[in-house]
């Protein structure tokens, strides 16, 4: 499986950007799409997650801002970022898997990784 991100990019604090992951390869819908983020300097972080049939998981920090939304049958998650804020800086990776529900929010809970795509937010 291939996951391909895209729709990174430079914006304002304050500002919008959706990011895109499609995937190939596969006719299995995974159990899980996540996005996760690094920083420069910092370790991977959980962002968001659809899960099977439940509502969207989201990290603290991002909640009210972000909205993650997908199609099972394309096999495709976006991530629609509002009200971003310069420390929202991130490589911004998908990730795809079957994780159980411990682990939605965990790294090691994704078999699959995009390639990871740059959102730049300046003040």
């Known amino acids: 499986v291939q996951l391909q991100a895209s729709g990174g990019g430079l914006v304002q604090a304050g500002g919008s950007l959706r990011l895109s992951c499609a995937a190939s390869g596969s006719t299995v819908s995974p159990g899980g799409m996540a996005w996760f983020r690094q920083a420069p300097g910092k370790e991977r972080e959980f962002v968001a997650a659809r899960w099977r049939s439940r509502n969207p998981f989201y990290a603290d920090s991002v909640k009210g801002r972000f909205t993650v939304s997908g199609d099972n049958n394309k096999i495709t998650v976006y991530l629609h970022m509002n009200s971003l804020k310069t420390e929202d800086t991130a490589v911004y990776y998908c990730?795809?898997?079957?994780?159980?529900?411990?682990?939605?929010?965990?790294?090691?809970?994704?078999?699959?990784w995009g390639q990871g795509t740059l959102v730049t937010v300046s003040s």
């Open positions: 990730a795809a898997g079957f994780p159980i529900l411990s682990s939605v929010g965990r790294a090691e809970g994704y078999r699959y």
